[in-house]
């Protein structure tokens, strides 16, 4: 085959620093959706899905062929947290925690992953995130250490 095709969905879960409800007016938080989504396009990954509450995000992507994971992350970390302190003197204090799941996703999944994101808030009225984080752990078969999931 002369060239390289790629077909990677990737389900991306990470949380403000210490859970803190930065994202509650509804407005910022989607304004904050849409700009994930704009920087996962900036980096060759289409966002397919962007949704989460008040103190985290989950974002369902494409990966594009030549990017990888880190970077991907890093990228909407870093530049969203210096686009959200130019919105309000209140969020000065604004971070994302240090670390995040990472989830692959079958293409025959992408739509049930989609829906998943699209009802986080009410989940979130009968489970953690936490919770939510820990069961992604056990489904996916992935061992953790809770000394160094959450910060």
Not at 11 to 18: A, E, G, L, R
Request: proline letters at 1%; aromatic letters at 10%; glycine letters at 6%.
């Amino acid at each position: 085959m002369p060239q390289t095709l790629s077909c990677v969905y990737i389900h991306i879960v990470f949380s403000t620093k210490n859970r803190v409800g930065f994202l509650q007016d509804m407005e910022l938080r989607n304004k904050m959706h849409a700009y994930l989504a704009g920087i996962s396009a900036q980096q060759d990954c289409h966002a397919l899905r962007v949704g989460g509450t008040a103190d985290h995000v989950h974002l369902l992507a494409r990966l594009g062929r030549e990017t990888t994971q880190s970077h991907l992350l890093q990228e909407i970390k870093r530049s969203s947290s210096v686009w959200i302190k130019k919105q309000s003197n209140r969020l000065d204090d604004f971070s994302w925690q240090k670390g995040s799941g990472l989830f692959s996703v079958s293409p025959g999944n992408v739509k049930k992953v989609c829906a998943y994101i699209n009802k986080q808030e009410a989940r979130h009225h009968a489970i953690s995130f936490q919770d939510e984080l820990r069961d992604f752990f056990r489904r996916s078969g992935m061992e953790w250490d809770e000394r160094y999931v959450w910060d």
